[in-house]
C-alpha cells in the first residue's frame, strides 16, 4: 500500500453569490493537490485533473487505499508523476464551509451548481488552471461531473461520472434522501437547526447506510438477528459522528439536481460507469441508455455484480473499474 502525501490548502472566494441569491462574505473552498503542475509552451498548466468526491465524504476519501492506492501510483491510470491532482472538499463537506463553523441554520442553501461554480473558481482564480485533462467523480461526485461537462464543456478533454445518472433526482434516490431530511428535521432536538447539543433521534434511521449497499455484502455481514443488530449499531455510530445541519444541508443541496437538459452541450468524450446492483441507480430504469444518443461522444460500462461488489458502494473500490477508465485515457488522453 502506498502513502501518499497530500498538499492541503484553502481558496478564500470573498463574496460569493449562491443561486438562491444569497451571499457569503468568505466562502472557504478546501482542496488537496497531489503531483507537480506541467506546463505547455504557453505556460499553461497541461496536465490537471479534477476529482469529485462521493456524498458521505470529502477530498481525503480519495486516499484510502480502495481508491488512490489503485489510482495513484506509478503506472496506474492517474499516475502522480504524470497528472497534478486536485482533490477540492466541495461546499458543505469536509474543511470548506459548511453550517457547523458557526452560521448553522443561518448558512445559505447552497446547490450542486454552486459547487460546481466554486471549484471552478478554485481552479480559474486559485490555481491559474484553465483547461482540464479529466474531470472524474463518485456518486455525487459523477452527479458534479455531469454538470461540469454541460456548464463548461470546453474546460475538459474527458468526463468519467461514476455511479450516477444524468436525469433529475427522484425514485429511490431521492426517496431515501427525503427520509432522512424528515428524520432530521422532525427530530425534537433539532430546534430549527439551532440546537445547543447534537439532536440525537434521527441518527436512529441510517436509512442512507442501509440503501447505498450491496444486499448481498450486507446480507453477508449480518446472516443471523444478532449480526444484523451489530451492524445496525455500527451504523448509528457512524451516524452519530456526523453534524445534523450539516447533513440535512448535504441531503438538501440535491434536490434540483438535472442535467439532462444540457446533454447535447457536453462536447468531451464521456465515460458513464454504473453498477448492476446499485439499488440508486438501477440500471433496470435504462437512464443512460436513453441519454447516451443526446451525447456527441458519450459511452457507458455497467460493471456486473460479482462476489466483491458492494451495490453504489462499488464507486469507491477502484480495483472494480479502473481498468475501463485506464482504456478510455489510453484512447483520448494519451
Given at each position: 500500500m502506498t502513502?501518499?502525501?497530500?498538499?492541503?490548502?484553502?481558496?478564500?472566494?470573498?463574496?460569493?453569490?449562491?443561486?438562491?441569491?444569497?451571499?457569503?462574505?468568505?466562502?472557504?473552498?478546501?482542496?488537496?493537490?497531489?503531483?507537480?503542475?506541467?506546463?505547455?509552451?504557453?505556460?499553461?498548466i497541461a496536465n490537471a485533473v479534477l476529482l469529485l468526491h462521493n456524498t458521505?465524504?470529502?477530498?481525503?476519501?480519495?486516499?484510502?487505499?480502495?481508491?488512490?492506492?489503485?489510482?495513484?501510483g506509478s503506472g496506474e491510470p492517474l499516475d502522480i508523476d504524470r497528472y497534478f491532482l486536485v482533490i477540492p472538499d466541495a461546499i458543505g463537506f469536509g474543511a470548506s464551509s459548511k453550517p457547523s463553523d458557526g452560521l448553522r441554520a443561518r448558512f445559505p442553501r447552497?446547490?450542486?451548481?454552486?459547487?460546481?461554480?466554486?471549484?471552478?473558481r478554485l481552479l480559474t482564480e486559485g490555481l491559474g488552471i484553465a483547461h482540464l485533462r479529466l474531470v472524474l467523480g463518485l456518486s455525487m461526485g459523477g452527479m458534479l461531473t455531469w454538470m461540469w461537462?454541460?456548464?463548461?464543456?470546453?474546460?475538459?478533454?474527458?468526463?468519467v461520472p461514476l455511479?450516477?445518472?444524468?436525469?433529475?433526482?427522484?425514485?429511490?434516490?431521492?426517496i431515501q434522501r427525503r427520509m432522512q431530511i424528515e428524520a432530521i428535521r422532525s427530530d425534537p432536538d433539532w430546534n430549527g437547526g439551532e440546537y445547543e447539543t447534537q439532536p440525537s433521534r434521527y441518527i436512529l434511521t441510517p436509512f442512507g447506510g442501509l440503501l447505498t449497499q450491496s444486499v448481498v455484502r450486507i446480507q453477508e455481514r449480518a446472516p443471523t438477528r444478532e449480526a444484523a443488530d451489530a451492524l445496525y449499531r455500527e451504523m448509528?455510530?457512524?451516524a452519530r459522528k456526523g453534524d445534523a445541519n450539516d447533513r440535512l444541508y448535504q441531503l438538501e443541496s440535491s434536490?434540483?439536481?438535472?442535467?439532462?437538459p444540457g446533454l447535447e452541450q457536453i462536447a468531451a468524450p464521456l465515460l458513464a460507469i454504473n453498477f448492476a446492483d446499485d439499488e440508486l441507480n438501477p440500471p433496470q430504469l435504462q437512464t443512460l441508455e436513453r441519454a447516451l444518443p443526446r451525447i456527441k461522444r458519450g459511452g457507458m460500462v455497467l460493471i456486473p455484480a460479482g462476489p466483491r461488489s458492494r451495490g453504489h458502494n462499488s464507486a469507491s473500490q477502484a480495483v472494480a473499474w479502473k481498468a475501463h477508465l485506464d482504456a478510455f485515457m489510453r484512447e483520448h488522453l494519451r
Open positions: 502513502a501518499f502525501r497530500p498538499e492541503p490548502a484553502d481558496f478564500i472566494l470573498k463574496d460569493f453569490v449562491f443561486q438562491s441569491g444569497e451571499r457569503l462574505a468568505e466562502l472557504r473552498q478546501h482542496y488537496l493537490t497531489l503531483g507537480t503542475p506541467q506546463r505547455d509552451g504557453s505556460g499553461r458521505t465524504g470529502s477530498s481525503a476519501s480519495w486516499l484510502a487505499p480502495e481508491l488512490g492506492s489503485e489510482l495513484f447552497y446547490r450542486y451548481r454552486d459547487m460546481v461554480e466554486a471549484q471552478h461537462g454541460s456548464l463548461y464543456p470546453q474546460f475538459m478533454d474527458a468526463l455511479a450516477s445518472q444524468p436525469a433529475a433526482m427522484s425514485g429511490r434516490n431521492w448509528v455510530d457512524r434536490m434540483d439536481y438535472d442535467p439532462s
